[in-house]
């Protein structure tokens, strides 16, 4: 392990074992200090966070992106501490926090038997909404976390997720895919981030007027195993309560090869998220690289995108 994956892997434990620790308004103004801070040295992160808000919001002058930005970085730092603090929640607490709208939409789909896949950008925290259908509705459900390095951090990671009521599943090895279609085969419950795909079996969509990819799992999922494809979008306001939405069923077409409704359905994917992101785009936390416009030259430089 180098010595930057040890000082990451401490940075997380810190953050796990002294944040969760904190009364909940110190935790917030510790977390809108550090992103402040960060906002302010205009890193690489915030540049591309803003690049990104210019695609979502084409109108946005200068001014208006620098306050976007500001404004996604305190989103993805209050993210980031009630992350921390998940784990010393009462289950009341994880109930009150969250408010999902057309929630009937998952309730309906689970209690057909037919199992259902959320498929969700990365907006506000979605750990919180897993959380809450886990404490809230009772329901376990199964994911895919990426492998991270060093690999104790991706432990930590697996660990928390778990201690939160989820079953967490490897994304590399190629057996995730097989469990996943286990799991709605026998009713349960899917859920999947599924905005940003930089794999060769990324399906490219449209997305605020550029070509982007995104994964063809949710998709497929849906088609091979008659389950319901639910796209659910987050966000915050001003009170400490997360809200949501979960949107209509993405129907499997009558028609075409399985590429072509894979493509289809995707793009409806990306089509809600796009309306989510749209009506709150400083909670879309896409500090990285996402357009093939801005994949390209980095492939064409010999670098991995």
């Given at each position: 392990m180098s010595a930057r994956e040890r000082l990451t892997d401490a940075l997380y434990g810190l953050g796990w074992s002294t944040v969760k620790k904190l009364p909940e308004p110190a935790a917030v103004r510790l977390g809108r200090t550090i992103a402040d801070l960060a906002w302010k040295r205009r890193g690489k992160g915030v540049l591309r966070l803003e690049a990104n808000y210019a695609r979502v919001v084409p109108d946005a002058g200068p001014e208006r992106l620098a306050e976007l930005s500001r404004a996604g970085m305190r989103s993805y730092l209050?993210?980031?501490?009630?992350?921390?603090?998940?784990?010393?929640?009462?289950?009341?607490?994880?109930?009150?926090?969250?408010?999902?709208?057309?929630?009937?939409?998952?309730?309906?789909?689970?209690?057909?038997?037919?199992?259902?896949?959320?498929?969700?950008?990365?907006?506000?925290?979605?750990?919180?909404?897993?959380?809450?259908?886990?404490?809230?509705?009772?329901?376990?459900?199964?994911?895919?976390?990426?492998?991270?390095?060093?690999?104790?951090?991706?432990?930590?990671?697996?660990?928390?997720?778990?201690?939160?009521?989820?079953?967490?599943?490897?994304h590399s090895g190629?057996?995730?895919?097989?469990?996943?279609?286990?799991?709605?085969?026998?009713?349960?419950?899917?859920?999947?981030?599924?905005?940003?795909?930089?794999?060769?079996?990324?399906?490219?969509?449209?997305?605020?007027?550029?070509?982007?990819?995104?994964?063809?799992?949710?998709?497929?999922l849906a088609q091979q195993t008659g389950a319901l494809l639910l796209p659910v979008t987050l966000w915050y306001d001003d009170s400490p309560v997360m809200r949501g939405r979960v949107h209509p069923p993405i129907e499997v077409p009558e028609s075409g090869t399985r590429a072509e409704k894979t493509s289809s359905m995707t793009q409806a994917l990306a089509d809600a998220f796009a309306t989510g992101i749209a009506d709150h785009p400083e909670d879309w936390h896409m500090l990285q690289r996402l357009w093939l416009a801005d994949l390209e030259p980095r492939a064409a430089d010999g670098e991995r995108p």
């Open positions: 209050r993210y980031w501490m009630e992350s921390f603090r998940l784990p010393a929640w009462s289950p009341e607490r994880v109930r009150t926090g969250f408010d999902p709208k057309d929630l009937h939409h998952l309730t309906d789909g689970l209690a057909s038997g037919r199992g259902v896949v959320l498929a969700l950008p990365h907006l506000a925290n979605w750990d919180l909404a897993g959380a809450w259908v886990t404490t809230a509705l009772g329901t376990p459900f199964t994911t895919v976390a990426e492998r991270l390095k060093p690999e104790t951090l991706y432990d930590r990671f697996v660990a928390y997720r778990e201690g939160l009521g989820m079953e967490v599943l490897p190629g057996s995730a895919f097989g469990t996943l279609a286990r799991r709605l085969r026998d009713g349960g419950l899917v859920c999947l981030v599924a905005d940003r795909d930089l794999s060769a079996s990324g399906v490219e969509v449209e997305f605020f007027g550029e070509s982007a990819r995104m994964p063809a799992g949710p998709a497929l």
